[in-house]
């Protein structure tokens, strides 16, 4: 079992950046592909970012590519998505899962809204 706490949301302008952080605790951290998801109102959850076990190999959806970064740090247990350029349709709740994703490891996500 693993345990998933989103942080570090919040309201920016366009053009601004943030940075989320995703604790992992339970089972070994460094034994999973993690990624980054999100979920705009009324629309479904969507992949955003994913960075495998060791930190060497991450992908993106195009939507946020050169703009969006993904790192873990397994010594932390934590994965994060620096966010830069953003815009406002990057305005979603962000959560982060083992991947694939497990329905039990969902947790509550960290509000993201880009103002323009």
């Known amino acids: 079992q693993v345990q998933l706490v989103e942080s570090g949301g919040g309201l920016v302008q366009a053009g601004g950046s943030l940075r989320l952080s995703c604790a992992a605790s339970g089972r070994t951290f460094s034994d999973y592909d993690m990624g980054w998801f999100r979920q705009a109102p009324g629309k479904d959850r969507v992949f955003v970012a994913r960075i495998d076990w060791s930190g060497r190999s991450t992908d993106y959806t195009n939507s946020v590519k050169g703009r969006f970064t993904i790192s873990r740090d397994n010594a932390k247990n934590t994965v994060s998505l620096q966010m830069n350029t953003l815009k406002p349709e990057d305005t979603a709740v962000y959560y982060c899962?083992?991947?694939?994703?497990?329905?039990?490891?969902w947790g509550q996500g960290t509000q993201v809204t880009v103002s323009s």
């Open positions: 899962n083992t991947l694939p994703p497990r329905q039990d490891y």
